[in-house]
DNA sequence: CTGAAAGCGCTAACAC
DNA sequence: GTGTTAGCGCTTTCAG
């Protein structure tokens, strides 16, 4: 391995010097600057983090923190995109991003005790409700932390907005001359879960329309195959007096509850109209093309990234601490007139 | 920050006993590992990454490679689910894994230095061609490295047995009575596409069928609008003589080549029978539903994590340079009797 | 079984 | 402008 001391050998100077080359410290002469980078370039020199570290107290390393549930974490759409955005933006600040694991060498460790192991600086909070007290102990040990997924207290989150987008569903729903629309909501432990579900309910109330608890599911998993027992119990129950309309609160769920009210003979749109929630990459792919609520990820990863990366360096903020993305109403095919 | 000098004092022990403690030295005495242990418990310890890097030179961080180019990389959920199981596995053996990038603080670098910089012991690669020089560099300085994507010389390789999955799809076909198979082969640049390819040319040579050129399509990238363009032109070019059915190399791709070829007046499979690869959540979702190609991406992720650790480690291993994982044909309803 | 001492590669005062 | 020196927190001989 080649170290400073290599260097300064060869160019003719001190190790110090070197030090300072590679730090950009104006006082380093043209030259000797010059001379410096040919040597370490002739030689391969990279330097070594470790020993940076150990002196500076800093690590430049960020962690993120997924649900490792399957279906959940980096494999769903939504999350991979947030987190392939937010790599990218904290490559640019010179970050690098780690996966937080609950193992240090053969032994097991809590996240907290793996943060302090690797010196993350901040940390990407996308954990479901599952963990909380784990979570919460990192938060609390004062490592800077951001969520993209759930709301603790004092730490800055960077969310869609989606009371605006529940509104904007059901009002577009609401024009075509719905009026019976139902809602199978994703899982109240989430935070998606209650907004979108609260949203819908001050829709009904703000409309001046009744609630029919039979016209409401609630799903106990973000899956596909939630999607199909919802839209059975849904179209069960409420045989009788069927919802002209369904919001749907999670495009994953509504592609597999489609399909199966589809399978029990009703046609979408004609009898019953269908409005998503996230805009999945697949959703215009489905018949029908899926009418939904698009948000950025993109935007919620990079300013996730600027927001952890402004903790961490201690750079003031005039962000809210909730900070909220807009959302857009797609329209596509699979909603028609009352 | 707590030292094994803080918790020595406290223990009444030399520093080194401590390190020994933590390190599981048969030499340290019952009593005083407890001791060691007690005292680190309440003073909060958790040792340094840094420092024990520093001196040891085992950094116990993996690197993974992955594309970054809009579509492809974490966000494509045949990755996403390779690097979930391939982060749990490495997990498992006490590695963190880590994303490579191409920067060092704020200077550019390349995969190669930011590799050296941060002491990776081995990176998975999971890139495209486009980087086939940089990527090069990294396999040349003689980090270990496993790819799940692409095939270098000299690296070993956990991919799906594609050349299998082609055959099982055709054969299938063929038992359908289909002669008429026509191919949208994902890009060519890739393994996947290259081998899917052959194995198609293959299948019809061994059974005597024509190769028709008017029933192969190519397309440029891994992503849903080529599905469609492939489509329209397929559907174009034989438009005197359709073939009877599709064998399409990439679920993404069917999903929208499916959408544009029922757009277009005809029905799957009644029609015209299509075959997806990869078997993606999403197409058992597709009306029709897709009948396609499984590959075992979990068992990928893990396989591949498998062999770099080995690789790191020294250990011998039996497996072979290029690791084929079988694959399952999952019969849905895209397909008929011609 | 335990401890003293050297050193991993680098940075940061402080002298020069 | 440059060099000397100490030290970051840990592991590892080697004595004892």
Chains 1, 2 share one sequence.
């Not at 919001?247 to 769920?253: C, R």
Request: hydrophobic fraction near 40%.
């Amino acid at each position: 391995m080649v170290t400073i001391y290599d260097i300064a050998k060869l160019a003719g100077c001190s190790p110090a010097t070197v030090s300072k080359a590679f730090n950009n410290y104006s006082s380093v002469k043209e030259s000797t600057y010059k001379k410096v980078m040919e040597v370490s370039e002739s030689l391969g020199y990279t330097p070594n983090t470790n020993a940076r570290a150990l002196t500076t107290k800093k690590t430049w390393l960020i962690g993120v923190l997924f649900s490792e549930d399957t279906g959940a974490g980096i494999t769903h759409p939504h999350f991979s995109e947030i987190l392939q955005n937010f790599k990218m933006r904290s490559s640019e600040y010179g970050y690098d991003v780690l996966f937080v694991s609950k193992q240090i060498g053969n032994k097991e460790a809590s996240y907290l005790e793996h943060c302090k192991y690797r010196g993350l600086e901040g940390v990407l909070l996308a954990m479901d409700r599952n963990h909380v007290d784990e979570v919460q102990n990192v938060i609390s040990s004062g490592i800077k932390c951001v969520s993209v997924e759930d709301i603790y207290p004092d730490v800055p989150t960077v969310i869609a907005d989606y009371r605006m987008g529940t509104l904007q569903a059901l009002e577009y729903l609401y024009l075509l001359g719905h009026r019976k629309i139902a809602h199978i909501a994703c899982p109240l432990t989430s935070v998606a879960g209650r907004e979108r579900y609260g949203a819908y309910l001050e829709f009904l109330n703000s409309k001046g329309l009744e609630v029919n608890p039979k016209y409401i599911i609630e799903t106990d998993v973000f899956s596909h195959e939630e999607g199909s027992k919802a839209a059975v119990k849904l179209l069960q129950q409420c045989w009788d007096d069927l919802p002209t309309a369904i919001f749907i609160a999670y495009d994953d769920i509504a592609f597999s509850a489609m399909s199966t009210i589809q399978s029990q003979g009703f046609r979408i749109p004609e009898d019953i109209s269908v409005v998503g929630f996230d805009n999945l990459k697949l959703s215009c792919y489905m018949s029908p093309a899926l009418t939904t609520v698009h948000q950025d990820r993109a935007t919620i990863g990079r300013m996730a990234a600027d927001r952890l990366i402004q903790l961490i360096e201690n750079k003031p903020t005039e962000d809210a601490l909730d900070v909220r993305i807009p959302t857009k109403l797609i329209v596509r095919n699979s909603c028609a007139r009352a």
